[in-house]
């Protein structure tokens, strides 16, 4: 089994920063893309930003120059961290991670719980 455990989540000011961190474990051969998406109340889940296991990147235009996606590829972990936080990036912030458990399978995605980001004054 594969798991996917997220933190770093919380509340935080306008223009505070926060760090999320998301940490994969269990019978993992190999891990491809990893990256966020965050889900708003009453909208879809949408992608925050992603990277590969060779460290290109991909942003939403609405955090670019403000977020920043890594990976440490020993520890299988992913963080974002996330400067100049506006109250429209609160919502449910969600890993994901393509993995691949054996050498015979295929990689498949995999989810993590969720972490709920807020930002308000």
């Known amino acids: 089994q594969v798991q996917l455990v997220e933190s770093g989540g919380g509340l935080v000011q306008p223009g505070g920063s926060l760090r999320l961190s998301c940490a994969a474990s269990?019978?993992?051969?190999?891990?491809?893309?990893m990256g966020w998406y965050r889900q708003a109340p009453g909208k879809q889940r949408e992608l925050v930003a992603s990277?590969?296991?060779?460290?290109?990147?991909l942003y939403a235009e609405s955090v670019k120059g403000r977020f920043t996606i890594s990976r440490d590829n020993a520890k299988n972990t992913v963080l974002l961290q996330m400067n100049s936080l506006k109250p429209e990036d609160t919502a449910v912030y969600y890993c994901n991670a393509a993995i691949r458990t054996s050498w015979g399978d295929g990689s498949r995605g995999y989810w993590g719980q969720g972490t709920q980001v807020t930002v308000s004054s």
């Open positions: 269990g019978s993992i051969f190999s891990i491809y893309g």
């Open positions: 990277i590969t296991s060779s460290g290109t990147t």
